[in-house]
């Protein structure tokens, strides 16, 4: 079975710009979930996507904003990038329910120049 | 709130002893426990999972954890060390009031010895 693909490995940019960092789900999982983590730390949950529709979010502001489509795959989009956005952006797909083990990707880095 | 404490930042144990890496976390309900490993550059693989029942877990790699409810804790052990599990470890709690997100610690850092 394909695991979790993202994509792309690394993207610099600079301050105000925007990014979109891509994921494709492991076959057969309905649900994705987004993480940051900066360097040092441990992964924070920013939101999750099942069906299409976001099914939860973290503590993070409104320019963090994302998509799943209807192939499971899904889209992490960030408005007006700050220094502090520089971090391990991770996916993670899985089936819906708590107790399922959420599937890690190998992350994009992102730094903010 | 959920949270997830892993007291040890960094250890150090010697190739072919013992390890154990703590995990104690605060959840109101039933907790669903994970421990994930990374490597530096890479995502995080899961090591082993707790729901129910038997409170001794087996997972990859030769590790196991132990759930105690009185003592809230999610320990993780191996009992002989070999030099690739050198890599960072997070606990993680399942938490269902956001969506079905995971709480992380804040990891440990295993370094092996020779």
């Known amino acids: 079975e394909t695991g979790v693909t993202q994509s792309p490995t690394h993207l610099i940019k600079t301050r105000g710009q925007q990014v979109t960092l891509r994921c494709s789900s492991q076959?057969?999982?309905?649900?994705v979930s987004w993480y940051q983590q900066a360097l040092g730390q441990g992964p924070q949950f920013i939101f999750q996507?099942?069906?299409?529709?976001?099914?939860g979010r973290g503590n993070f502001p409104p320019r963090f904003s994302g998509l799943q489509f209807p192939n499971y795959s899904s889209e992490l989009n960030v408005n007006a990038l700050e220094l502090d956005d520089s971090a391990l952006y991770l996916c993670?797909?899985?089936?819906?329910?708590?107790?399922?083990?959420?599937?890690f990707g190998d992350g994009t880095r992102l730094s903010i120049l | 709130a959920q949270s997830v404490t892993q007291p040890d930042i960094h250890i150090t144990v010697s190739e072919g002893a013992s390890l154990e890496l703590r995990c104690n976390y605060s959840?109101?309900?039933?907790?669903?426990l994970f421990w994930y490993v990374q490597s530096p550059g890479q995502g995080l693989q899961l090591l082993l999972k707790?729901?129910?029942?038997?409170?001794l877990v087996q997972g990859i790699k030769g590790f196991e954890a132990e759930f105690k409810r009185s003592q809230s804790s999610f320990n993780l052990r191996k009992p002989s060390v070999h030099w690739s599990d050198a890599a960072e470890y997070f606990c993680?709690?399942?938490?269902?009031?956001?969506?079905?997100?995971?709480?992380f610690g804040k990891g440990t850092t295993l370094s092996v010895s020779s």
């Open positions: 993670a797909s899985s089936f819906a329910g708590v107790n399922q083990p959420q599937h």
């Open positions: 076959s057969g999982h309905n649900t």
């Open positions: 996507y099942y069906r299409e529709e976001e099914n």
């Open positions: 959840y109101g309900a039933t907790p669903y």
């Open positions: 707790y729901f129910s029942g038997d409170t």
């Open positions: 993680a709690v399942g938490a269902k009031q956001a969506g079905t997100a995971l709480i």
